[in-house]
């Protein structure tokens, strides 16, 4: 469903009162703002540079910078493969290759029909139980390859 | 209990005192670790079975639940401990609670089954102090994480909290407390150890009226959790440190820089300054002594180059995180170039202890150069997964074998890795190497925040480094030329080294890169890199050589240069034929091994993890 210009202000003009119109808050404002859309869409991020008064360039620049945001619609279930040095050397890699072989995506897409999206992350700090699968903030440690499929089926 | 604004250190006290005689000290209670590794083991279920089995039962008078913060012990998840008698069960399912609530909080029994057994010698522990896991620890910073509520002020108080922020106030002058923060010896725990007093000290020095504190919480060193667990088990503790170091340097207005990955750091965050404020102890006019001082939390994005000082403070700012040349410190020109002190989540947690223990006793722990106690995270193949809070000096040995209780599945320990991705590899050699800033950066790695991974001989070495390497390539700016380049460099090597494809000149490559890069980084970031490259050539050169000319990766991890085979003794049990995302596999006969085509195999292993009778065999 396409949002109306006025439906994106309203929605925006929480986020910045929340934040007291504070620029220095950006990245805060574009996680909320993301948050709230499921992802940062082009015509979000012109209005919110109208209404927070920041160059446009800024906003993509940071919006770009950082790992946490995307550009493009991300899917229902969010899947994050932590990929800390304690998950890698207990095989974080193999349970992250089953993962895109089963849903048929890399990290930082999404599948055809936006029911996942699959990311790395670099840790999430739960080093004792890796490998670690992060499913909609819900962890599931001590992962197994075997034990990738059910996940996914549980999701679906 | 009404908490009213505190407008002296006499109120303070009187609110304490007040909160110990509400609270009956033999009233039962069982509490239990909401840290993140035990949620994620479950623990909010089981706080939810015990809450319901009380009301059940009908004890809700005579028992308090209690959710701490992390008690470190994360391989045991989820712990819970009967008080007063301060039973520990550990790996609790919700199925045990019933017999919890009935044997053990109003029985008085002790479960045996549920207590922690030496998985050696088989011997049963009843508290927690003695497991062997705690025995050999110095929990000065993470005690209180693992008994308070940390969404509780009142909790913090009744452990004497900011009893060091009074005594600060009012009984110290600014210089004072810088004096005794740099007799104390503390430096920085966010990995470069800069003492801590003399960065406070030329902050208080630089001329200008506006300054800023930042409690750096941007931990991004995979491995490394100390910073979530204290922000989320005992923010209060981190609050405390930085309001008295602001006091010290002349600020009013301070920031903590969250990741984003770490909600629950946020969320107990945000209440603790709300408290506080509430109850006068941070905002305008703290205890009644006219000074100001106020706290916003900022969430990062997902950069590693954000725990770099400068590149936060541009974060802060509102802009991309990159990071700027240091002719100018921080302490003079920071964050909109006014004088700013940042430290780190654990730096500031040490400076309450400090204040109320004194210089003398902080400087008596540890070792000439380090001094105070570090928590380290020790992860990866060992039994004790979990944090561990030491004094400086202790050796890696005690570290991996006295507290993490050795390697698992009778595997040979290979390396240990401290300091993050820009840390180095240390071999078995120089496991009795006592911990400190001083020693480990001798042998080639660094304390870092404190992370500690451990290999085993399954781990390849030149994997290691190339992991490493990928991680800091994909977290390197951009911005300067030698870490930009000489990390894409240097993964490609890497890359191919690990395809067979590599050459022995290659080594000689690799070290060229990592001098340069050295010398001419901007940042730590691009200076530190060729640190796991560098001590792995060091220590494991012989690695390297086996994927050059024996085109073999010894730990059998590299995948162009291993193969999957089936043994003689596969009896066709269809396991792995169903496994093989390829149909690579294809029974032949009744009870007669499989065939793998070797030509369709993309070495995923998935055969390798189903096999239960170890009839996939890697060459």
Request: glycine share 10%.
């Given at each position: 469903?396409k949002?109306?210009?006025?439906?994106?202000?309203?929605?925006?003009?929480?986020?910045?009162?929340?934040?007291?119109?504070?620029?220095?808050?950006?990245?805060?404002i574009?996680?909320?703002?993301?948050?709230?859309f499921?992802?940062?869409?082009?015509?979000?991020l012109?209005e919110l540079?109208?209404?927070?008064?920041?160059?446009?360039?800024?906003?993509?620049?940071?919006?770009?910078?950082?790992?946490?945001?995307?550009?493009v619609p991300?899917?229902?279930?969010?899947?994050?493969v932590?990929m800390?040095?304690?998950?890698?050397?207990?095989?974080?890699?193999?349970v992250?290759?089953?993962?895109?072989r089963?849903?048929d995506?890399?990290?930082g897409q999404?599948?055809k029909d936006?029911?996942f999206?699959?990311?790395?992350?670099?840790?999430v700090?739960?080093?004792a139980?890796?490998?670690?699968v992060?499913?909609?903030?819900?962890?599931?440690g001590?992962?197994?390859?075997e034990?990738?499929?059910?996940?996914?089926?549980?999701?679906? | 209990?009404?908490?009213?604004k505190?407008?002296?250190?006499?109120d303070?006290?009187?609110?304490?005192?007040?909160?110990?005689?509400?609270?009956?000290?033999?009233?039962?209670?069982?509490?239990?670790?909401?840290?993140?590794?035990?949620t994620?083991h479950?623990?909010?279920?089981?706080?939810?079975?015990?809450?319901e089995?009380?009301?059940?039962q009908?004890?809700?008078?005579k028992?308090?639940?209690?959710?701490?913060?992390?008690?470190?012990f994360?391989?045991?998840?989820t712990?819970?401990?009967?008080?007063?008698r301060?039973?520990?069960?550990?790996?609790v399912?919700?199925?045990d609670?019933?017999?919890?609530?009935v044997k053990?909080?109003?029985?008085?029994?002790?479960?045996?089954h549920?207590?922690?057994?030496?998985?050696?010698?088989?011997?049963?522990?009843?508290?927690e102090?003695?497991?062997p896991?705690?025995?050999k620890?110095?929990?000065?910073?993470?005690?209180n994480s693992?008994?308070?509520d940390?969404?509780?002020?009142e909790d913090?108080?009744?452990?004497?909290?900011?009893?060091?922020?009074?005594?600060?106030?009012?009984g110290m002058?600014?210089?004072a407390?810088?004096?005794?923060?740099?007799?104390?010896?503390?430096?920085?725990r966010?990995?470069?150890?800069?003492p801590?007093?003399?960065?406070?000290?030329s902050?208080?020095?630089?001329?200008?009226?506006i300054?800023?504190?930042?409690?750096?919480?941007d931990?991004g060193?995979?491995?490394?959790?100390m910073?979530?667990?204290?922000m989320e088990?005992?923010?209060?503790s981190?609050?405390?440190g930085?309001i008295?170091?602001?006091?010290?340097?002349?600020?009013?207005?301070?920031?903590?820089?969250?990741r984003?990955?770490?909600?629950?750091?946020v969320?107990n965050?945000?209440?603790?300054?709300?408290?506080?404020?509430a109850l006068?102890?941070?905002?305008?006019n703290?205890?009644?002594?006219?000074f100001?001082?106020?706290?916003?939390?900022n969430?990062?994005?997902?950069?590693?180059?954000?725990g770099?000082?400068?590149?936060l403070?541009?974060?802060?700012?509102?802009?991309?995180?990159e990071?700027r040349?240091?002719y100018?410190?921080?302490?003079?020109?920071?964050?909109?170039?006014?004088?700013?002190?940042?430290?780190n989540?654990?730096?500031w947690?040490?400076?309450?202890?400090?204040?109320n223990?004194?210089?003398?006793w902080?400087?008596?722990?540890?070792?000439?150069?380090?001094?105070?106690?570090?928590?380290f995270?020790?992860?990866?193949?060992v039994?004790?997964t979990g944090?561990v809070e030491?004094?400086m000096?202790?050796t890696?040995?005690?570290?991996?074998?006295?507290?993490?209780?050795?390697?698992?599945?009778?595997?040979k320990f290979?390396a240990v890795?401290?300091?993050?991705?820009?840390?180095?590899?240390?071999?078995?050699?120089?496991?009795d190497?006592?911990?400190?800033?001083?020693?480990l950066?001798?042998?080639?790695?660094?304390?870092g925040?404190?992370?500690?991974?451990v290999?085993?001989?399954?781990?390849c070495?030149?994997?290691?480094?190339?992991?490493?390497?990928?991680?800091?390539?994909g977290?390197?700016?951009?911005k300067?030329?030698?870490?930009?380049e000489?990390?894409?460099?240097?993964?490609?090597?890497?890359?191919?080294?690990?395809?067979?494809k590599g050459e022995?000149?290659?080594?000689?490559?690799?070290?060229?890169?990592?001098a340069?890069?050295?010398d001419?980084?901007?940042c730590?970031?691009g200076?530190?890199?060729?640190?796991?490259?560098m001590?792995?050539l060091m220590?494991?050169?012989?690695e390297?050589?086996?994927h050059?000319?024996?085109?073999?990766?010894?730990?059998?991890?590299?995948?162009?240069?291993?193969?999957?085979n089936?043994?003689?003794?596969c009896?066709n049990?269809?396991?792995?034929v169903?496994?093989?995302?390829?149909q690579?596999i294809?029974?032949?006969a009744?009870?007669?091994?499989?065939?793998l085509?070797?030509?369709?195999?993309?070495?995923?292993?998935?055969?390798?993890?189903?096999?239960k009778?170890?009839c996939?065999i890697?060459?």
């Open positions: 469903m949002l109306t210009r006025k439906q994106i202000k309203t929605r925006l003009d929480a986020i910045l009162a929340k934040y007291n119109h504070d620029n220095a808050m950006l990245v805060s574009l996680q909320d703002t993301q948050k709230e499921g992802y940062l869409p082009k015509e979000v012109s540079a109208e209404m927070a008064r920041l160059p446009l360039t800024q906003i993509y620049s940071v919006a770009t910078f950082f790992k946490a945001f995307s550009l991300r899917g229902k279930h969010q899947i994050h932590c800390g040095t304690a998950c890698h050397v207990r095989g974080a890699e193999r992250l290759q089953v993962i895109e089963e849903l995506i890399q990290p999404s599948d936006l029911q999206s699959l990311d790395t992350v670099n840790c700090g739960a080093c139980l890796g490998p670690i992060v499913v909609d903030g819900a962890y599931k001590n992962m197994k390859t034990q990738v499929k059910p996940l996914l089926e549980s999701y679906k | 209990m009404i908490l009213k505190l407008n002296s250190p006499q303070l006290e009187k609110l304490r005192a007040a909160i110990a005689g509400g609270r009956k000290t033999d009233k039962l209670s069982v509490n239990i670790c909401g840290g993140t590794g035990c994620a479950g623990s909010a279920d089981v706080v939810k079975a015990f809450q089995e009380i009301t059940r009908g004890f809700t008078d028992v308090e639940v209690k959710v701490s913060g992390c008690r470190g994360c391989e045991r998840g712990l819970v401990t009967v008080e007063p301060g039973v520990f069960y550990q790996r399912k919700v199925k609670v019933p017999e919890i609530v053990s909080v109003i029985g008085g029994e002790i479960i045996d549920l207590l922690y057994k030496e998985p050696q010698t088989r011997q049963h522990f009843v508290h102090n003695e497991v896991f705690y025995a620890q110095m929990r000065l910073l993470m005690a693992g008994r308070i940390p969404t509780s002020i913090y108080l009744h452990y004497d909290g900011y009893t060091a922020l009074a005594k600060a106030l009012y002058k600014p210089e407390i810088i004096e005794e923060v740099k007799a104390s010896g503390l430096r920085g966010g990995g470069a150890g800069f801590t007093g003399r960065k406070w000290e902050t208080r020095k630089a001329p200008g009226d300054k800023y504190v930042i409690c750096n919480c931990e060193d995979p491995g490394a959790f910073d979530r667990s204290l088990g005992n923010p209060h981190i609050l405390e930085m008295i170091g602001a006091y010290a340097i002349g600020s009013s207005e301070g920031y903590i820089y969250v984003n990955e770490y909600p629950l750091a969320e965050a945000t209440k603790a300054i709300k408290a506080a404020e006068g102890l941070l905002g305008d703290i205890l009644g002594s006219g100001n001082f106020h706290v916003k939390i969430r990062g994005g997902g950069a590693f180059v954000c770099e000082s400068s590149a403070m541009a974060s802060l700012e509102g802009k991309v995180g990071p040349a240091k100018i410190r921080s302490s003079e020109k920071g964050l909109w170039d006014r004088p700013t002190n940042l430290n989540v654990e730096t947690a040490n400076v309450p202890l400090i204040i223990k004194g210089a003398k902080f400087a008596s722990i540890g070792t000439k150069g380090s001094k105070g106690t570090k928590i995270s020790l992860v990866g193949k039994h004790n944090l030491v004094p000096g202790i890696l040995r005690e570290i991996i074998f006295d507290i993490g209780g050795g390697i698992p599945g009778n595997k290979k890795q401290t300091g993050g991705p820009s840390g180095g590899c240390i071999p078995e050699k120089m496991l190497l006592p911990v400190d800033f001083d020693e950066t001798r042998v080639g790695s660094m304390m925040s404190g992370a500690m991974i290999m085993d001989e399954d781990n070495m030149v994997d290691i480094a190339k992991y490493f390497i990928h991680f800091l390539m977290e390197s700016c951009g300067c030329v030698p870490c930009r000489g990390n894409k460099r240097m993964y490609e090597i890497l890359c191919r080294i690990t395809e067979g022995m000149s290659d080594l000689d490559l690799l070290e060229e890169i990592c340069t890069m050295a001419t980084s901007l730590q970031l200076a530190s890199a060729p640190n796991p490259v001590s792995s220590y494991f050169r012989d390297y050589i086996a050059i000319k024996d085109k073999k990766c010894p730990a059998k991890v590299c995948k162009s240069l291993i193969t999957y089936i043994s003689e003794k009896p049990c269809g396991l792995c169903k496994a093989c995302p390829v690579a294809t029974p032949i009744k009870k007669q091994p499989v065939v085509d070797q030509s369709k195999c993309i070495k995923c292993g998935s055969c390798y993890d189903v096999c009778l170890n996939v890697v060459k």
